[in-house]
């Protein structure tokens, strides 16, 4: 399948700093990027949904003037994680899907679990 | 009540055992469905992906959908330890659409 990868994997920042995550698409073009977000023993909730070279959709109750997401190009796309506070830790993935792929053909990064202390 | 309901485990069963793994849907609109398996600290990976009813076979795995019942299933046969991992069900409308996941469930293989 089609490589997506995330950098960096793991990240601890003091509250109040901003961390940025990295999503990248190796080997295809990437025409849309999913951002999710996972706390330990849940399931993956949708934060916001990116298509290159416009704004970013988000969904209910996720706050855009914290959970930045900027899709660039075709193969990158940020998110910034602004004014961190401890109960923004938790296990951030992101999504690829390119030109011409199905509904199945969605494939993730490896995920960034971010540590704020 | 969540849009994709699955039991969070964890489950575990002796090698070679088979698994059933299962979801419950509300939306009635959905019309893919795909199981992912997540190991620990990683990102999901596509196992199966099953368009309206039916069933889905590859290999030592079978993906079956009923949407009248909106239950999706998913067995493995002649388990492995290697399968231990947390697996995830999500349905989804349309082509390209928002896809919406269980909370996993938690599977351990024991040798």
């Known amino acids: 399948g089609a490589v997506v990868s995330q950098h960096p994997s793991r990240v601890i920042c003091k509250s109040g700093t901003s961390v940025k995550i990295e999503c990248r698409s190796l080997?295809?073009?990437?025409?849309?990027m999913f951002w999710y977000r996972q706390f330990p023993k849940q399931s993956l909730m949708l934060m916001a949904t990116s298509n290159e070279g416009s704004k970013a959709t988000y969904e209910q109750g996720v706050e855009k003037d914290k959970f930045l997401i900027n899709h660039a190009s075709l193969t990158l796309s940020t998110l910034t994680v602004t004014s961190a506070h401890p109960e923004d830790s938790s296990f951030y993935i992101c999504?690829?899907?390119?030109?011409?792929?199905?509904?199945?053909?969605?494939?993730f990064g490896e995920g960034s679990r971010l540590t704020v202390l | 009540q969540k849009e994709v309901e699955q039991d969070p485990g964890p489950l575990s069963v002796p090698e070679g055992a088979i698994v059933s793994l299962n979801c419950t849907y509300s939306?009635?609109?959905?019309?893919?469905f795909m199981w992912y398996r997540q190991y620990s600290r990683k990102g999901p990976e596509l196992l199966m992906y099953t368009y309206s009813s039916g069933n889905k076979e590859d290999g030592r795995f079978t993906a079956q959908v009923d949407k009248s019942s909106k239950y999706i299933s998913l067995f493995i046969r002649d388990s492995q330890p290697s399968d231990s991992a947390t697996y995830l069900c999500a349905g989804t409308v349309n082509q390209g659409g928002k896809l919406i996941f269980g909370q996993g469930t938690e599977l351990s293989v024991k040798p």
């Open positions: 080997d295809f073009q990437a025409t849309t």
């Open positions: 999504s690829a899907r390119g030109t011409g792929m199905g509904t199945g053909e969605l494939f």
């Open positions: 939306n009635s609109a959905f019309q893919y």
